[in-house]
């Protein structure tokens, strides 16, 4: 981070303007044997074409045009909704890079200045390596510069080619290339910044005279050294950044190192990952300072996680909000708003539009759904809760179901603040407990409670005497009552089993 001064001083590299930006993504993608387009295969949590347009986004380009051939129905469709700014072109069939950059400067016929070029393919690329590449091809002067790097295997990639001074003079593909070419170790990535005019002129003299009978983008980089023009190479610092995805093991792979940078950067930032190998945070979540993810946690799109908070162990959480100081663990939750010093869990499911007060606690085998717990309202063990407004301060017993769906349509109840649902009451909705009022462990409510009432829904208990030891004769339940009615003759007249009061909530 650089030290404010009070002069405002032009960034240390320099962004020269980028016209345009072109994203290969029209190849088939025949080694992930997928019926899903390459393309939109997901690491990181998101596609990894989404992920090759962000990293565009810091070069600033006037123009992104992503060059869309097989599965383009998908493509666009993502496209339409992620990236609505971006354009597409079609390429009909796919006769290689060369060709799909040349369909895409044939629909842009005005365009001058320096051109991006990428593929949708490599999602591990960063925004900054691509600015770095700009800059390099905006003082070097080179009509071509691409992305290379150094890999100890090189194997399946173009290599870069050099003549005795280190100048770069062609790149050869792997099944094109010499025994002796093979050895090179610096790669293509597939990225690279040209200058418009020369990249068209070159594109329009492609061959397709090489081992897959494609117009190789490749090969306009000896096109123009031949012209006399200056290309040029800038090598990533991290060779993982350039990593191609062209089947699953890889896509595997671009997993890995897309987690391990969203988590070292929370690490840096002041979050403790109690154990990395198993957290997983996509690039979209926020965590902030002094929150603590315990193993096994998972969070994913939207998700928040406010300072002091602790989530884990074992908790999946999609799109949901954890306030200050809350503790989730051991549950899934989608969609839900947790509040400050909250507790959840564990073996709970939040679902969509539930909303914990602060301090409000959504205990063990507790679902929710569309459903408010106010500030200081506990729904602690066992429970359904959906579709329901409760109170701050209320609780609501053990095993207590919110019965919603008449079987036609949902409705929506009400507890009150400060009122107590007994255990097992199951309130048939539409219906309201009020303020402060309670309900008999046990109760079917069907109909409102007033507030400060006691609901009581349920068959009065009768017991009747002696019926094990007439009708279970011989029995150790039978054996046990005799000896209890020998021990206590009262216990034979039914003082110890007697009905129980108004079921006062567990
Ligand atoms: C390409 C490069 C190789 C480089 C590697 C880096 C060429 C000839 N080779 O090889 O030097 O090391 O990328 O990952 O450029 N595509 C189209 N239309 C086509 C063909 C491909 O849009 O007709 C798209 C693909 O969808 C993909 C990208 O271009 O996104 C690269 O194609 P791919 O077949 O993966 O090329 P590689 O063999 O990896
Ligand atoms: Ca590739």
Redesign the pocket.
């Known amino acids: 981070m650089s030290v404010s001064s009070p002069v405002s001083e032009p960034p240390a590299v320099p962004v020269a303007a980028v016209s345009a930006v072109v994203v290969?993504?029209?190849?088939?993608?025949t080694r992930m044997r997928s019926r899903t387009p390459?393309?939109l295969h997901a690491a990181g949590g998101r596609p990894l074409l989404g992920s090759v347009l962000a990293a565009a986004q810091a070069v600033r380009p006037e123009r992104v045009v992503v060059?869309v051939?097989?599965g383009r129905e998908a493509v666009t469709a993502y496209l339409s909704q992620a990236a609505p700014t971006a354009e597409w072109v079609v390429?009909e069939?796919?006769?290689?890079?060369?060709?799909?950059v040349r369909t895409a400067l044939d629909t842009l016929p005005e365009l001058t200045g320096t051109v991006v070029v990428t593929?949708?393919?490599?999602p591990l690329l960063q925004g900054a390596t691509l600015e770095r590449l700009v800059a390099t091809h905006a003082s070097s002067g080179a009509s071509a510069t691409v992305l290379s790097a150094l890999l100890p295997d090189a194997t399946?990639?173009?290599r870069v080619l050099r003549d005795e001074t280190g100048a770069v003079t062609a790149?050869v593909?792997q099944r094109d290339a010499t025994d002796e070419q093979l050895a090179v170790r610096e790669?293509?990535?597939?990225t690279y910044a040209f200058d418009a005019a020369a990249l068209r002129g070159a594109l329009a003299r492609l061959s397709t005279d090489n081992a897959?009978g494609?117009e190789?983008?490749?090969d306009v980089l000896a096109i123009l050294r031949a012209d006399g023009l200056p290309v040029a190479a800038v090598a990533a610092d991290d060779a993982r950044d350039?990593a191609?995805v062209?089947d699953r093991v890889q896509l595997a792979e671009a997993e890995a190192v897309l987690r391990e940078r969203v988590l070292l950067a929370l690490m840096r930032s002041g979050v403790t990952v109690r154990d990395p190998a198993s957290t997983w945070v996509e690039g979209s979540v926020r965590v902030e300072p002094d929150a603590v993810l315990l193993p096994g946690t998972r969070l994913h799109g939207s998700t928040t996680v406010a300072t002091g908070a602790v989530v884990g162990p074992d908790a999946t959480l999609v799109d949901t909000t954890v306030g200050e100081g809350a503790h989730v663990r051991n549950a899934t939750c989608e969609g839900a708003e947790i509040g400050p010093g909250a507790s959840v869990g564990p073996y709970t499911y939040l679902r969509p539009g539930t909303v914990l007060g602060r301090g409000a606690k959504a205990g063990g085998f507790v679902e929710m759904k569309s459903a408010v717990l106010g500030d200081e309202a506990k729904v602690p063990h066992l429970s359904y809760v959906g579709d329901a407004e409760i109170g701050e301060g209320a609780n609501i017993g053990a095993a207590t179901i919110f019965a919603n769906y008449d079987g036609v349509a949902k409705h929506r109840s009400s507890v009150g603040p400060h009122a107590r649902v007994g255990s097992d009451t199951v309130l048939v909705a539409p219906v309201s407990v009020g303020a402060g009022a309670y309900t008999a462990a046990g109760s079917v409510i069907t109909e409102d409670v007033p507030a400060g009432a006691m609901g009581v829904a349920r068959g009065r208990q009768r017991s009747v005497e002696g019926w094990v030891e007439r009708r279970r004769a011989g029995s150790t339940s039978a054996e046990a009552a005799a000896r209890a009615r020998t021990a206590d003759p009262r216990a034979a007249d039914g003082a110890a089993a007697g009905t129980t009061d108004e079921g006062a909530p567990a």
């Open positions: 290969l993504a029209a190849g088939e993608g390459k393309v060059v051939g097989a390429q069939r796919q006769g290689g890079t060369g060709h799909a593929s949708g393919d490599t399946g990639y173009g790149i593909e790669i293509n990535s597939g897959q494609e190789y983008l490749t350039v191609g062209n």
